[in-house]
């Protein structure tokens, strides 16, 4: 079972470990996602270090395929975010948790 962590589990969190009141770290953490944001609009790539990177990448039009009554369609040509993780976040990932494969339940600590 996978848990989502949102943007106000965040500001806590961080409240917490800096000591900073949780509208302050809020206010920082909406101003952070919002030049990112701006910054992929833009065109740039966006580099977290020890985290990853974001960067648009352009989608090509293609026939998609309705997997219910077989029918196609045309799915017109978009941009999109992609994240690639940084090799020191992949390693850390590989160390945490064994590999869980398709359709296992892995079971709460």
């Avoid at 900073?20 to 990112?36: H, Q, V």
């Amino acid at each position: 079972m996978t848990t989502t962590i949102t943007r106000a589990m965040l500001s806590e969190a961080a409240a917490r470990r800096t000591g900073l009141s949780k509208a302050d770290t809020a206010a920082i953490g909406e101003a952070m996602f919002a030049m990112m944001g701006e910054a992929l609009m833009a065109g740039e790539n966006v580099k977290l270090t020890a985290f990853g990177s974001l960067q648009v990448r352009s989608r090509a039009e293609r026939l998609g395929r309705n997997p219910r009554t077989g029918t196609e369609h045309r799915i017109s040509p978009r941009q999109t975010v992609v994240f690639t993780p940084s090799a020191q976040l992949r390693e850390a990932l590989d160390q945490s948790k064994p590999a869980v494969s398709a359709g296992q339940v892995r079971q709460p600590a």
